[in-house]
T-cell receptor, first 109, second 114 residues
Framework: DAKTTQPNSMESNEEEPVHLPCNHS???????IHWYRQLPSQGPEYVIH???SNVNNRMASLAIAEDRKSSTLILHRATLRDAAVYYC??????????FGKGTKLSVIP | DARVTQTPRDKVTEMGQEVTMRCQPI?????VFWYRQTMMQGLELLAY????????DSGMPKDRFSAEMPDATLATLKIQPSEPRDSAVYFC????????????FGQGTRLTVV
């Protein structure tokens, strides 16, 4: 799977939007972009995924650059419960899910 | 509400003992993953299976770790003999195995080897 690069940490004020960036310059044409998050003391949980078009679901939005070399996870209104480590993964046909260090998001009340 | 179930949730054992961790994947999922998480190394992929066959276990120390799927409803990860450096949280995950589907993680087994 292609390597992804994320900032180590980010901060956000509660109820403000959060944009979490991810670079994946070596992504292959058929790789999907997946985001997972891990709340404290829990297993990772799926957030969203996409291929080329922007995606929205009840948890977040995913904006994918036109050249697919980067993507941004958007939390529209951060809550304290959104404080977690967010992982961006490129998923190839092998479906091997390899996690990097992710971005630790802190939400300030 | 389908979920991945891991047992035990916590395990404390003495160095040299055998440890077996179990995972029940979500019914119908054909891909099962084992991960180890420590503060230093983060979330490491140890092994993963497709239709009960190992696809990649290169992340697993072969001399003491073994992973199997005796049947479609059970995956096991064994450590024999255990060492203090094996102390970590071990996660199991399952998925449908296609790039446009998500994986579901269990709550993990916290292993402490003293």
């Amino acid at each position: 799977d292609a390597k992804t690069t994320q900032p180590n940490s980010m901060e956000s004020n509660e109820e403000e939007p959060v944009h979490l960036p991810c670079n994946h310059s070596t992504i292959s044409g058929t790789d999907y972009i997946h985001w997972y998050r891990q709340l404290p003391s829990q297993g990772p949980e799926y957030v969203i995924h996409g291929l080329t078009s922007n995606v929205n679901n009840r948890m977040a939005s995913l904006a994918i650059a036109e050249d697919r070399k980067s993507s941004t996870l958007i939390l529209h209104r951060a809550t304290l419960r959104d404080a977690a480590v967010y992982y961006c993964i490129n998923v190839a046909g092998s479906y091997q899910l390899t996690f990097g260090k992710g971005t630790k998001l802190s939400v300030i009340p | 509400d389908a979920r991945v179930t891991q047992t035990p949730r916590d395990k404390v054992t003495e160095m040299g003992q055998e440890v077996t961790m179990r995972c029940q994947p979500i019914l119908g999922h054909n891909t099962v993953f084992w991960y180890r998480q420590t503060m230093m190394q983060g979330l490491e992929l140890l092994a993963y299976f497709r239709n009960r066959a190992p696809l990649d276990d290169s992340g697993m120390p072969k001399d003491r770790f073994s992973a199997e799927m005796p049947d479609a409803t059970l995956a096991t990860l064994k450590i024999q003999p255990s060492e203090p450096r094996d102390s970590a949280v071990y996660f199991c995950a399952s998925g449908a195995g296609t790039v446009n589907t998500e994986a579901f993680f269990g709550q993990g087994t916290r292993l402490t080897v003293v």
